[in-house]
C-alpha cells in the first residue's frame, strides 16, 4: 500500500514570493508522482508528473518539481507566485499497475497575498 | 471539448433517503474513476471502470454504494440509504484508456453530498 502526507495543510505567501509545498510518500513498490491543482469552483487538473528520467519536472504555469527518491519526497515549487496561484494542491502516487488509481495527500492550501 | 461534468453540484438528504449522483466523462474517455473526499481527509478512490465494466471497485465501502455506467458512456453513484458518515464531496474522473497507465485524469468539479 502508498501513503502520502503533505507536510503543510495551508501555506500563505505574499505576491511574487517563492513558494514549496512538501509531500513525502512511502510504498514498497516504485510509484509515479503527480501534483494535481483545484482552484476554486473547478475540478483538480494535473499540474505536472514523474514517471521515469529527469528527477527535476516542470509543470504549467511555472511550477516545477523534484523526484528525491532517497528521501521518498517530491516537493513542489515556484519562484514567484501570482495571486491567481491560489487553489488547493494535491500530491498523489500511482504505482505501475494501478491504471488510474491515485492515492491522495490530504492536500495543501496556498493562499498568495497581495 | 466538453469537461467531465457532473450532476448535481450540491445534494442534501435526510439519513436514509437515497441519491444518485451522475458523471458524464469527456467523449472518447474509455476509464472513467469516483473519488471521494470526506471532510478534512484525502480524496479517496472508489472504482474504476473501462468502458462499462468494474475494472477495480476495491474503494467502494459497503454495499450501500452502487455505481453503474450504462453503454460505457455516463455513469451513476448510487447511495441507499444514505448514512452520515457519507458526506462529503464526490469526484468523477476520466481518461483515455492508456491515459490511465500516467495517471493522467481530468477531473470534474465535483458533487457535494450532505447527508443530515
Known amino acids: 500500500a502508498q501513503s502520502v502526507t503533505q507536510l503543510d495543510s495551508q501555506v500563505p505567501v505574499f505576491e511574487e514570493a517563492p513558494v514549496e509545498l512538501r509531500c513525502n510518500y512511502s510504498?514498497?513498490?516504485?510509484?509515479?508522482l503527480f501534483w494535481y491543482v483545484q482552484y476554486p469552483n473547478q475540478g483538480l487538473q494535473l499540474l505536472l508528473k514523474y514517471l521515469s528520467g529527469s528527477t527535476l519536472v516542470k509543470g504549467i504555469n511555472g511550477f516545477e518539481a523534484e523526484f528525491n527518491k532517497s528521501q521518498t519526497s517530491f516537493h513542489l515549487r515556484k519562484p514567484s507566485v501570482h495571486i491567481s496561484d491560489t487553489a488547493e494542491y494535491f500530491c498523489?502516487?500511482?504505482?505501475?499497475?494501478?491504471?488510474?488509481?491515485?492515492?491522495f495527500g490530504q492536500g495543501t492550501i496556498l493562499t498568495v497575498h497581495p | 471539448e466538453a469537461g467531465v461534468t457532473q450532476f448535481p453540484s450540491h445534494s442534501v438528504i435526510e439519513k436514509g433517503q437515497t441519491v444518485t449522483l451522475r458523471c458524464d466523462p469527456i467523449s472518447g474517455h474509455d476509464n472513467l474513476y469516483w473519488y471521494r473526499r470526506v471532510m478534512g481527509k484525502e480524496i479517496k478512490f472508489l472504482l474504476h471502470f473501462v468502458k462499462e465494466s468494474k475494472q477495480d471497485e476495491s474503494g467502494m465501502p459497503n454495499n450501500r454504494f452502487l455505481a453503474e455506467r450504462t453503454g460505457g458512456t455516463y455513469s451513476t453513484l448510487k447511495v441507499q440509504p444514505a448514512e452520515l458518515e457519507d458526506s462529503g464531496v464526490y469526484f468523477c474522473?476520466?481518461?483515455?484508456?492508456?491515459?490511465?497507465?500516467?495517471?493522467?485524469?481530468?477531473f470534474g468539479e465535483g458533487s457535494r453530498l450532505t447527508v443530515l
Open positions: 474522473a476520466s481518461s483515455r484508456r492508456l491515459a490511465g497507465l500516467t495517471g493522467e485524469l481530468f
Open positions: 510504498s514498497s513498490v516504485s510509484v509515479y
Open positions: 498523489a502516487v500511482m504505482t505501475g499497475t494501478s491504471y488510474g488509481k491515485l492515492t
